[in-house]
């Protein structure tokens, strides 16, 4: 027994800890693998193809529709290049890993990509871009709904803020709500 600094008893741990584990100390998760430094090459391939392709289809447009698609397009790139450079300075320090260390992961999200495009038909942007943030929050172990869905909502109306106020281009509202309204 020892006594803290009020003069009160405690039960003390040769290491000075009292009671077991510091409740304050963070919880260290699992560590999860890395994916190989060849994989962020490929990934970074892949996307910086994929930009110049979408740049590519907006020569024919005309200039105001081509700003938004082509700024997107500027971005991937970017994004494309920064990760390549990633993966061949992880090649010099860590190069190995799994190709891919979450299968599962990887499949739902593209599964989701699929089905938010059937829903946005169906459903309309709003309802299936919410739904899409909070079922992908939910997968990948974020067990807040209502904060999902409010980041959903508020992704939403900043997206129909820039669509249809800055570019007057309407988002599509879907069959379902074509079909009840008339």
């Known amino acids: 027994?020892?006594?803290?600094?009020?003069?009160?008893?405690?039960?003390?741990?040769?290491?000075?800890?009292?009671?077991?584990?510091?409740?304050?100390?963070?919880?260290?998760?699992?560590?999860?693998?890395?994916?190989?430094?060849?994989?962020?090459?490929?990934?970074?391939?892949?996307?910086?193809?994929?930009?110049?392709?979408?740049?590519?289809?907006?020569?024919?447009?005309?200039?105001s529709a081509a700003i938004f698609p082509r700024i997107v397009a500027g971005v991937l790139l970017l994004m494309g290049a920064m990760t390549i450079g990633q993966g061949l300075a992880r090649m010099k320090t860590a190069p190995g890993g799994p190709f891919?260390?979450?299968?599962?992961?990887?499949?739902t999200v593209w599964l989701a990509i699929v089905a938010y495009f059937f829903g946005v038909v169906v459903i309309g942007f709003p309802a299936a871009t919410?739904?899409?943030?909070?079922?992908?929050?939910?997968?990948?172990?974020?067990?807040?709904?209502?904060?999902?869905?409010?980041?959903g909502a508020v992704f939403v109306a900043l997206t129909l803020l820039v669509f249809s106020g800055l570019f007057n281009r309407p988002l599509p509202d879907g069959l379902l709500l074509e079909w009840l309204v008339g």
């Open 130 to 151: 919410v739904l899409l943030t909070m079922g992908l929050a939910q997968l990948f172990g974020y067990r807040r709904p209502l904060r999902s869905a409010f980041a």
């Open 1 to 63: 027994m020892s006594r803290d600094t009020q003069g009160t008893k405690t039960d003390a741990a040769a290491d000075g800890t009292v009671g077991g584990p510091d409740p304050a100390a963070p919880i260290s998760a699992p560590a999860k693998p890395v994916p190989s430094a060849r994989a962020d090459i490929v990934l970074g391939v892949v996307v910086a193809l994929g930009a110049a392709a979408l740049f590519q289809q907006t020569l024919d447009w005309n200039p």
């Open 100 to 107: 891919l260390p979450d299968t599962r992961g990887f499949l």
